[in-house]
C-alpha cells in the first residue's frame, strides 16, 4: 500500500477549492491511507494535477505587476520525501500553471532519501515531458530539509530562489507579487499569505493576511539583525496543508534534530534572553552544552549583526518578551491567594484563549502562569494573547477573557502600586474576582471598591 501510487483524478473533484466527499463505502480505505502521509491520500487522488483554484486577492492586486516582465528570474525549489504523488505533482503544476514562463528559470526538486517507488524511475519519466524545465536531484541518505534546500539552492541559475513545501498549490498572480518586493530591494525575504489547504476535505481555504506560516525562526532572526527586512506580500496567496501531525522520520530522531536547532537558534541569535528560552524549553536546554556555534557566532560578529534588543525595539516592538522596562513575573490575587493563568489552547490557531481565570500559585515560575505588562499597559503571555475586557456595560457581569491581542484600548491597563488596583485604562473599572454556580475563580471588571478582591501584587520574577 505504501509503494503504490493510486492517483485516479476525476474531473471536477475539488474543482475551485471545493472539498472531496468521500462516498460511506471509501470510508475504511479512506482510514487506512490517512496514516500514510497524515492526510486525506484518498481524497488526494482523486484531485486533477490541474485543479482550479479560488482567487482571493484583493481586486487591485490583478493589475498591480504588469511590468513583471523588468522582475528577476527565480529556480523554485522543493524538497520532498516519500511525499504522495498527487500533492507533489499538483504543487509543480500549481508553480507552472500559475507563473509567468518568463520569470522561471527552472523547478528543482529535491529528494530527501525518499523509499517510495514511485518517486523514482517514474518521477524522473515524468517531469521529462513538463513544460517547464525541471530538474530532480537526489540524496542518498537523510540530511534534512534545511540541507536539502542548500542543495537544490547550489545548481539554480535563477537570480532569485524560491523555496516551497511539497503539499502546497500556488494561486494566480502569486509569483509575480513576491519578485517585485525583491526587484525593489533585493535584502528582502518576500513571503506569501499562507492559505490552509483541510487535511482531510482539500478544500482550499482563505486565511486572512497575518497567516504566513511557522516561518524559520533561525532565518527570520538572521534576517533583520544583519540588515534585510522580511515583507508579506499581501498579493500572494499559497495554499499549504496543514497536518496534525508529522509522517516524518528525522536523521536523528524527531527531538534531537528539531531541538538541536531550536537551541542553536537562541545560543547564536537571543543574546541574554538564550537564558529565558533555556529556562522554559526543557528539551532544547538539554541539547544546548553539545552544540558548537563558534563558528556561526564569528559570522555574526564579522557581518556586524545587530543585538536580539534590537530587533525586538524595532522590528517587533508589540513582542512579549521580557525587559527591563516592564514587568515579567506572577499576577495574584490578595484575597484568594491564586494567580492570574493562561487558558488552555484551542481551535485552529491553537491558541490559548478563554475566560480568564485564576488558579493555585506555584512555585516553579511555570510558564502558564508568567506574564509580561508592558509600559503601554497591556498584560500579555508568550503565545501573543493578552487580558482583554469590554469598554461598555451590558447585561450581566463585565467578563475578562484572555485573548489574541489587537493593540486596541479594551486591552490596556493600569497598575496603582499603592492601592494595588488594576484598572482599566477605558473606563477605569478595577479587576475584581467573580464566582457563580457556572464560573469558579474567574475574572470581571466593576467599579472600584477598596476590596481586597480587587488588589493584585505584581510578583516580579528574574529572567535573565
Known sequence: ???????????????????????????????????????????????????????????????????????????????????????????????????????????????????????????????????????????TQRIGLIKARLKGARIATGEVLTFLDAHCECTQGWLESLLSVIKNDRKTVACPVIDIIHDDSFAYIKSFELHWGAFNWNLQFRVWQCGGRIEIAPCSHVGHIFRKSSPYSFPEGINKTLFANLARVALVWMDEWANLYFKYNEHARLMKQSQDVTSRLALRKRLQCKSFEWYL??????????????FFGRVRNVEEDLCLWKPERKGLSNQPMGLAKLDRCLEDDVPEEMFVMTQDGFIMTDDSICLDAPEKEGLGPMKVRIMACSSYSRQKWEYDKHSQELRHLTNKKCLDTYSSELLVDSLIIKDCNGKDSQKWKLEAVNWK
Not at 481586486?59 to 516582465?69: H, I, V
Open 1 to 139: 500500500m505504501i509503494n503504490s501510487n493510486n492517483f485516479n483524478p476525476q474531473p471536477n473533484a475539488g474543482r475551485n477549492g471545493n472539498p472531496v466527499i468521500i462516498e460511506p463505502k471509501d470510508l475504511l480505505e479512506m482510514q487506512q491511507l490517512f496514516q500514510i502521509n497524515r492526510f486525506n491520500l484518498l481524497a488526494s487522488d482523486k484531485i486533477p494535477l490541474n485543479r482550479s483554484l479560488p482567487d482571493y486577492r484583493r481586486k487591485k492586486c490583478e493589475s498591480k505587476f504588469d511590468d513583471y516582465l523588468t522582475y528577476p528570474k527565480t529556480s523554485v525549489i522543493i524538497v520532498f520525501h516519500n511525499e504522495a504523488w498527487s500533492t507533489l505533482l499538483r504543487t509543480v503544476w500549481s508553480v507552472i500553471n500559475r507563473s509567468p514562463r518568463q520569470l522561471l528559470s527552472e523547478i528543482i526538486l529535491v529528494d530527501d532519501a525518499s523509499e517510495r517507488a514511485f518517486l523514482k524511475r517514474p518521477l524522473d519519466q515524468y517531469v521529462l515531458s513538463l513544460p517547464v524545465k525541471t530538474l530532480i536531484l537526489r540524496s
Open 313 to 326: 525595539d524595532n522590528v517587533w516592538p508589540q513582542h512579549f518578551f521580557p525587559k527591563d522596562d516592564r
